[in-house]
């Protein structure tokens, strides 16, 4: 079955770095778009980023861009988020989602994974 | 940017209730509008998709309707397992937004 894990969160300090990933298994990750979304503690759900399925279209969300990259290597089913110049305000649970079509727009986010907690504090 | 508003922002019914949640986009997207159903500590899930069409699992009380720029998400009789938070989701364009949540709660 599809499943996504996310992994690399934990407690950093404000201005720095930090790097996420998410290994994906049961089904062909080439093909497909994946997104990253991210939930502060008690709000609402927040886009962050997305790439299309051959990594060369991406887009983020204004409150991330040049500050966060997001990255693929499907050699290793893996979707890489990083993260730089970290703000408090970063801090949320991340997702990691697949959206069952291989570019960036126009399609449902099908799969899920359970999310890793990143706190940004001093 | 597209902003999705949803209405009410919080509910409260009865377990057999019909209710309705509505989401409103500020410019059309046609029908590029996808429900999400998120519990206490766990990933959301997708329960409606293109605006009305159900998503694999998801039982049959759960119905989605709209075009444009005016969605609603009905449940028809609502279990003790519906009362959770509803998110409504454009992805017509990037940057992909959400609505601010419609929290279900227990009359």
């Known amino acids: 079955q599809v499943q996504l894990v996310e992994s690399g969160g934990g407690v950093v300090q404000p201005g720095r770095s930090l790097r996420l990933s998410c290994a994906a298994s049961?089904?062909?990750?080439?093909?497909?778009?994946i997104h990253w979304v991210r939930q502060a503690p008690g709000k609402g759900l927040e886009w962050v980023a997305v790439i299309s399925f051959n990594g060369n279209d991406k887009y983020y969300a204004d409150s991330v861009k040049g500050r966060f990259t997001i990255s693929r290597d499907n050699s290793k089913n893996t979707l890489y988020l990083q993260m730089n110049s970290l703000r408090v305000e970063d801090t949320a649970t991340y997702y990691c989602?697949?959206?069952?079509?291989?570019?960036?727009?126009?399609?449902?986010?099908?799969?899920w994974g359970q999310g890793t907690l990143v706190t940004v504090s001093s | 940017d597209i902003q999705m508003t949803q209405s009410p922002s919080s509910l409260s019914a009865s377990v057999g209730d019909r209710v309705t949640i509505t989401c409103r986009a500020s410019?059309?997207?046609?029908?590029?509008l996808n429900w999400y159903q998120q519990k206490p500590g766990k990933a959301p899930n997708l329960l409606i998709y293109?605006?009305?069409s159900l998503q694999s699992g998801v039982p049959s009380r759960f119905s989605g309707s709209g075009s444009g720029t005016d969605f609603t998400l009905t449940i028809s009789s609502l279990q003790p397992e519906d009362f959770a938070t509803y998110y409504c989701q454009q992805s017509y364009t990037t940057p992909i937004t959400f609505g601010q949540g419609t929290r279900l709660e227990i009359k």
């Open positions: 989602v697949r959206a069952p079509r291989p570019h960036t727009t126009m399609a449902k986010f099908d799969h």
């Open positions: 293109a605006a009305s």
């Open positions: 410019q059309p997207i046609t029908r590029y």
């Open positions: 049961g089904f062909t990750f080439s093909y497909y778009a």
